[in-house]
């Protein structure tokens, strides 16, 4: 196994103060792509999608479950398939508790093809309490590019990949702002990192643009960060 090279304490810190000048322009880098995300226009959905979930039935406009922006992760979990992905699986393990998203007015819920009769007992062997829905049944998968025919013929086959998209919702108008998928994932795990990928962000004064911190709940990274149990919804 290749292992790093072996220095003196002065020249390991001459290294890493010279890779921490690139750590910090990357910092720089992704505040800004960050900023230029969040300047994505949105396009509203008119299309009516219906899931279900542990209540029943429920509405695109059901899942924010009241606050202004909608995170969905795009489980892989096709309706033939007796268990889930188990690299959305690992993903969804990474998950924290909500109670962070919810209190800037974010929730955060997973959704699949499959029937939720096979997800409600995945879900129990995974631990999870994440809100999960399926989609059986709708377009949302394929509308949202979860679930892409691979022949691209009517009625060909179809393939699951994993994904994130984000909505906004104002008064009872919902929007779509943004998705990613695959390696897109690959540095989100965080509730931060999670509100970097919204249109309202981190809700912090110092984002571009200027005038999204709306005043939900309390910004991401601030000394107005709670324990999960002491925010007040």
Known sequence: MG??????REEWLAAREELLVKEKAETRARDALNAERRRLPMVEIDKEYLFDGSDGKATLFDLFDGDAQLIVYHFMFAPEWDA?????????????????LRARGTNFIAVSRAPFTKILPFKARMGWTVPW?????????????ATVVTSGAEGGESGEQP?????????????????????????????????????????????????????IGAPAGSGRVRYHDEYER
């Open 84 to 100: 889930g992905c188990r690299s959305c699986s690992a993903f969804l393990d990474q998950i924290g508790h909500l109670a962070h």
């Open 3 to 8: 292992l790093p090279g072996i220095v003196t």
């Open 133 to 145: 829905y399926s989609s059986n049944g709708s377009d949302f998968n394929q509308d949202f590019n």
């Open 163 to 215: 994904g994130l998209s984000c909505f906004l919702r104002d008064g009872d108008r919902v929007f779509h702002t943004y998705s990613t998928y695959e390696r897109g994932l690959d540095w989100v795990a965080s509730y931060s990192s999670l509100l970097d990928l919204t249109a309202l962000g981190r809700q912090e004064e110092w984002e571009e643009p200027k005038g999204r911190s709306t005043g």
